[in-house]
């Protein structure tokens, strides 16, 4: 298995702790998209038209688009389950998951970013504070869901006493808005989540500075 990844793409990040939850070493290859590596013709052609980070190429299967690619994953290789069973649970692992990935990273990545500040010209505290107002509108509502979660499920993690496929998309947003100098105080719940993430082996190894680009 061939993974194509950037240290610092949180959609990368949300894969690499996928892995490392399952145990699996694929053969990492950095691809760097602040110098438009992910934009090549060969990239594109022969890893993922999508342009895009992370992709998964097995066997002649290439696949992007990080929801998917876990979602392949626990398919494949079932243990630990990422994605619940269980019909409620499971639908709300992804809605949480769908929270993150369509509502709070889009118009927070870097391409958008870089848009703002080089095409239309904001300055860059007006992008910062674009990046803050969506973040705090986003981290909002993962905070009721997490708070509603905790009230049925209970345990540490997101959803459960187990790690899920919500927990490998919280921590690399929890992160990313860290970076970017976002109050993080009313979060609570997603704070504790954090926590505890941040002593477990797989979230520390997937963690960006551990990464050999």
Same mark, same amino acid.
């Given at each position: 298995?061939?993974? $194509?990844s @950037?240290?610092?793409?949180?959609?990368?990040? +949300?894969?690499?702790?996928?892995?490392?939850?399952?145990?699996?070493?694929?053969?990492?290859?950095?691809?760097?998209i602040?110098?438009?590596?992910? +934009?090549?013709?060969?990239y594109? &052609?022969?890893?993922?038209?999508?342009?895009?980070?992370? &992709?998964i190429?097995?066997?002649?299967f290439?696949?992007?688009q990080?929801?998917?690619?876990?979602?392949?994953?626990d398919i494949?290789?079932?243990e630990?389950r990422l994605?619940?069973?269980?019909?409620?649970?499971?639908? +709300?692992v992804?809605? @949480?998951?769908?929270? &993150?990935?369509?509502?709070?990273h889009?118009?927070?990545n870097l391409?958008?970013l870089? $848009?703002l500040?080089?095409?239309?010209?904001?300055?860059?505290?007006?992008?910062?504070?674009?990046?803050?107002?969506?973040? &705090?509108?986003?981290l909002?509502?993962a905070?009721?869901?997490l708070?509603?979660?905790?009230?049925? $499920?209970?345990?540490?993690?997101?959803?459960s006493a187990?790690?899920?496929?919500?927990?490998?998309?919280?921590?690399?947003q929890?992160?990313?808005?860290?970076?970017?100098?976002c109050?993080?105080?009313? @979060?609570?719940?997603?704070?504790?989540? @954090?926590?505890?993430a941040?002593?477990v082996?797989?979230?520390?190894?997937?963690?960006?500075?551990?990464?050999?680009d």
């Open positions: 298995m061939d993974f $194509y @950037f240290f610092n793409s949180s959609t990368s990040w +949300r894969v690499r702790i996928a892995l490392a939850l399952k145990g699996l070493g694929p053969n990492y290859h950095g691809v760097n602040r110098t438009g590596a992910h +934009r090549e013709a060969g594109v &052609a022969q890893v993922n038209p999508s342009a895009t980070v992370p &992709a190429v097995e066997n002649g290439n696949l992007g990080s929801l998917a690619i876990i979602d392949w994953l494949k290789h079932p630990p994605i619940p069973a269980a019909l409620e649970r499971r639908a +709300r992804l809605e @949480f998951c769908y929270l &993150a990935a369509c509502d709070i889009p118009v927070n391409r958008i870089k $848009y500040h080089e095409t239309l010209k904001v300055s860059p505290q007006q992008r910062d504070d674009c990046y803050a107002h969506w973040t &705090a509108e986003g909002a509502a905070e009721r869901l708070a509603q979660a905790e009230e049925n $499920y209970g345990g540490p993690w997101c959803f187990q790690p899920t496929m919500a927990d490998c998309c919280l921590i690399p929890l992160c990313s808005a860290q970076r970017m100098g109050d993080m105080t009313p @979060f609570k719940r997603a704070n504790a989540i @954090f926590a505890h941040s002593s082996p797989a979230f520390i190894n997937a963690e960006p500075r551990n990464q050999p």
